[in-house]
């Protein structure tokens, strides 16, 4: 368990010197308008949303959490749970409280024996799920979004109230919602659980911090990874839409870019085609001189040039118009740190945490957020090891997944690592599956570790693998859950072939129900 530390804030540390919950929306609200070119989600099913009541509780939380004299951080590695956990962490610094923080990748049997004797105790982004949390004696606050029963112990989550967790809060938001402290962390949060475009509460709150010149909400070409993925990188892996011909395929992407004149750069630092634009400036000391550019480095006229490009390809594969605005979105910026171009970028921030808790190295990414010294820097070696596993995890993936009927397989033991093998398979096929997919590493202790993914259609059809994996995974000894889009779980490693009969036999009930 990692000690607070209690450095010189940050300009950034806290939102408001007296935090307060945002106004309860009002109950007639409708749709929620999103700017032109900004693609939405379909609208959910109707629902009663309980705002009073959600409110009630986020002040109930706040409450609890500054009763607690030296409580115990229990929060999630990946980003939402490490955004979520800085929340914690910052309003207890600015209460003035001790605490200690413990990084987890799920509730289990033996985290619940090492908290029997804790005191007090806070969950962010994982825990709601588990009824064992309710075996801990102390006092237990929990800020979750995945999908849940409830709990005897005090929760603030969504879906008590009506609020879809899985596209409309995630743990950082929701643990905002209460706590208000690193506003940047709660929008980080909600992009790396890709709760994007910001819809329902999120957006509530992104239309609060916008109007205070917190965050900037813009609309721009919507692939992941503008400020760092090289661009045939950019172009393989884009997903919303999905490039029929170019996504999986860097090397069918180089040569498209290069085909439109967006090549890589000459030596002299030049684009290698020219493209009737202002050249970009000469290539840093010590940098490849013939490395591709990031999205980010084109000037206004090439990133023109390239949407132009991607509608007039979309356009003749379909064989008709293709609106450019379905290529551009809502993207987030935060003007506070534009200084540091690894946070500048609310995706680009949300993939530097993924970095830290996926390598083990958690409380650097709390750290990033909290702006302690020398935590950037750590955080950034990790980033290029993170990148590096992901690009031959993908490779990996393509060579090696298998169609096992209802759903794709992706066995990764021995080979990718427990950490990201969840992203791995969120980015295989991106766009163009229509099955979900479920794939399985080591994790320690010699367990095997599930991570599923679908689709939105998948989704709106009537899968919920967050469900499925919570009604299969006790059959065999596991523990499972998450959310319909997205979840993981644990099983003993000689009840596979059980879990995979079991497994197809839900989902098929699922869709078939829907």
Known sequence: MQEAKNPKRPFYFMDDEHPKPPPTPPPESGPVQLPEGVVARPDPPARVIDWDGFNSRALEARKEVERMREPLLVNHYDCDGLSSGAIVCAFLEKLGKKYKVHTVRKVDDALIGSLASEKEVIFTDLGGGSPRVDELGGHVVVFDHHQTKGLRHLQLNPHLFGIDGGT????????????????EAAIVGAIGDMQYPLIGANRRLLDELSARGIVQASIDL???????????????FADDPFLPGLGGSEERCAQFLENIGLGKKEPNGAPAASSGAKSPSPAPAGADPRAWRTYSQLDNAEKKKLVSALALYMAELSGGPYRAEKLVGETYLFPRLSSIPELYDAGEFSTLLNACGRHSK??????VCLGRPGALEQARALLAEHRRALREGVDFAYKNSRDFGPFLFLDGRGVIDDGIIGVVAG????????KPILAI????????????????KLVGEGLNLGLALSKTCPLVGGVGGGHAIAAGASIPPDKLDEFLKLFPQEIEAQLKAK
Do not use: N
Request: charge should be positive.
């Open 222 to 236: 919507r692939f992941y990874g503008r400020m760092s993925r090289p661009l045939p990188q950019l172009l393989a």
């Open 168 to 183: 409309e809060l995630c743990g950082a938001t929701t643990t905002y919602w209460a706590l208000r402290a690193l506003p």
């Open 441 to 456: 590493a080591y994790e320690e202790g010699g367990k095997i570790k599930i991570s599923t993914r679908g689709t939105k």
């Open 427 to 434: 980015m295989l096929y991106p766009g163009g599956r229509k």
């Open 362 to 367: 958690p409380q650097v990414g709390i750290d």
